[in-house]
């Protein structure tokens, strides 16, 4: 007997992305998985008398989207901060701060995103003196996109008791000037976490900052507050097209929240994986937690498994760590979180384990020290398809590209972090690079034509999570020079980076990344052929529909 659909989509411009499957036109699911993919005529043979049938409309019906580096819990907090993303100059800095903090006197501290590391123009630092001058009775911190730099107020600096410098650990400032006091940047983590601790933020930001649990533990109110913005980052996946999200800060805590959503409402709207964040102050035995988060989380909905770790800071505020030093600052390399020898003993313990290992590494010296710790852990526990990965590689040393497809290491890379990609400016990054290092900047293409892994994601909220935004940057990435090598990847390329390695990356290739019969259900409908869209117009595409495990988690 033939199986009825429950979903049938028809019309569409259906792209598999399976390699070995026609073009099709339809795709028929049942059941929370996919039945048959095919012809309009063909699929309409299994609709019964109580099959929803979508009318694609001759736009493009492509695998969900697999967010393959983000940050959810804390991206969906900030949806509520002063966006600054755009932002430029001090008159207009000032206005926007002003207008924001009007409606907001009794906060205790005002947080704003995304500015611009030379939102006052080229060579002109931000500092406290400045945003005293705007906002000079309330405590306002504001982080740059990448959020590892941030710029506080005098009245946020002495709220936090920072004003005259703090003791930090490596790679970790407070930057001082020459009166003796705090300039207002704050660099890495520990700098300016007490603010966001000070503002009511730290329970978003635990999963980045410590790794560790709220404590004291989130009070009936506020638990109900943190199932909202775990609801509304959700929402947002959702809205734009993702079905897996691969979540690269994480806790117990996070866990729980997204068990108690699934458990309340019998699924979630994303796939999510969650790791657990091994700091560097921590000690070997605590990945015995991760181990337990492992065996505790382990469905096709809500998953662990995997240890991230920060290795480096990066280029803009001379915190990732370089093979030789920066173009623009003689002498200086950058300092890692991690030592080498620190970092090889957690990834061979790691590894030993069985646990997936996913690395921050940014200079191509943090690049290469992972490597070398991916390669000891092989070396020690003995080769397996343990599948680690290395988060961004914005900076690859020449002699290291060929050893992620040696050691079977998964280059997880974000189109819209370039210079030059998705509006973002070229200084001060590609003079702090320097002219010798930019063919192996940012190198996607190079390192796929090594034969890596190569998955593609957004780092949400560092970049915008639309995933159309990455695919138009991916398509038109242009060179920085003419002697550079093209490293922009086809539509194809792209859309399988974004879908068929993130289900690679975790191990899910047998079920994942393709319409394909059997695998599930994730399913993302766009209002146009993506195909005969102008590369340079990707990004106004937009989902119509998205379907998680056979459930439509978004629709317009």
């Known amino acids: 007997m033939t199986e009825t659909a429950d979903i049938i989509i028809s019309n569409g411009r259906v792209l598999t992305l399976d390699p070995d499957a026609p073009p099709a036109e339809a795709v028929a699911l049942s059941g929370g998985k996919i039945i048959a993919a095919g012809s309009n005529a063909d699929i309409q043979r299994l609709r019964g008398p109580h099959t ?15 967010e393959n580096h983000m940050h959810l819990f804390s991206g969906a907090a900030e949806l509520d901060h002063l966006q600054l993303t755009g932002v430029k100059g001090l008159a ?57 730099t941030a710029w506080a107020n005098t009245s946020a600096l002495e709220l936090v008791g920072i004003l005259h410098g703090a003791n ?19 660099r890495e983590m520990e700098a300016f976490s007490p603010l966001q601790a000070a503002g009511g933020f730290d329970r978003y930001r635990l999963g980045l900052s410590t790794g560790g649990e709220p404590d004291p533990y989130p009070d009936a109110a506020q638990w109900a507050q943190d199932i909202a ?53 921590m000690q070997l035995e605590m990945l015995e937690k991760a181990s337990s988060l492992a065996a505790r989380f382990n469905s096709d909905w809500l998953s662990s498994g995997i240890v991230k770790l920060f290795y480096d ?6 915190t990732a760590v370089m093979v030789e030093p920066y173009a623009d600052k003689p002498g200086d390399r950058g300092e890692g979180l991690f030592t080498p020898e620190s970092f090889r003993a957690v990834a061979v313990e790691a590894d030993r384990r069985g646990l997936q290992i996913a690395v921050h590494a940014i200079g191509d010296g943090a690049v290469r020290a992972v490597l070398d710790g991916y390669e000891a852990a092989r070396r020690e526990n003995g080769a397996r398809d343990s599948r680690h990965r290395i988060e961004h590689i914005e900076v690859v040393h020449p002699d290291d590209i060929a050893r992620f497809a040696e050691l079977g290491v998964i280059a997880s890379m974000q189109p819209p ?4 990609c998705a509006g973002l400016p070229l200084e001060p990054t590609i003079s702090r690079i320097g002219r010798d290092r930019w063919p192996v900047s940012y190198a996607w293409r190079t390192l796929k034509n090594a034969g890596a892994h190569i998955c593609f994601a957004s780092d949400w909220p560092v970049s915008p999570i639309d995933p159309l935004v990455g695919l138009k ?14 490293q922009s990847f086809s539509l194809i390329e792209a859309l399988s980076a974004y879908c068929v390695e993130g289900a690679f990356a975790e191990f899910k290739e047998d079920r994942k990344g393709m319409l394909k019969s059997g695998y599930v259900a994730d399913v993302v409908i766009l209002d146009r052929d993506i195909e005969t869209v102008d590369p340079e117009h990707l990004d106004s595409v937009r989902p119509i529909t998205t379907i998680c495990g056979g459930h439509i988690s978004f629709s317009v």
């Open 417 to 420: 972090h370039p210079p030059g």
């Open 52 to 66: 929803r049938v979508i009318d694609a409309q001759n736009g493009s019906v492509l695998p969900g989207f697999s």
């Open 229 to 281: 913005v775990m609801r509304r980052g959700l929402a947002y996946c959702a809205r734009h097209g993702i079905t897996t999200v691969q979540n690269m800060d994480g806790n117990l805590y996070q866990l729980q929240l997204l068990q108690a959503i699934e458990q309340e409402d019998g699924h979630l709207p994303c796939r999510v994986q969650i790791p657990f964040h091994f700091k560097n102050f």
């Open 313 to 318: 800071g990066v280029i803009e505020s001379g």
């Open 168 to 186: 930090l650990g490596p790679g970790n400032e407070v930057v001082m000037g020459a009166d003796g006091l705090a300039t207002g940047e704050l």
């Open 473 to 486: 940057a991916a398509v038109t990435r242009k060179r920085w020079s003419e002697s550079d090598p093209d």
């Open 92 to 148: 207009a800095l000032t206005e926007t701060v002003r207008t924001y903090a009007a409606s907001r006197k009794t906060q205790k501290v005002l947080f704003g995103q995304g500015t611009d590391y030379e939102i006052l123009g080229h060579g002109e630092g931000l500092t406290r003196r400045h945003l005293d001058e705007i906002l000079p009775d309330q405590p306002l911190v504001v982080f740059a996109p990448d959020h590892h």
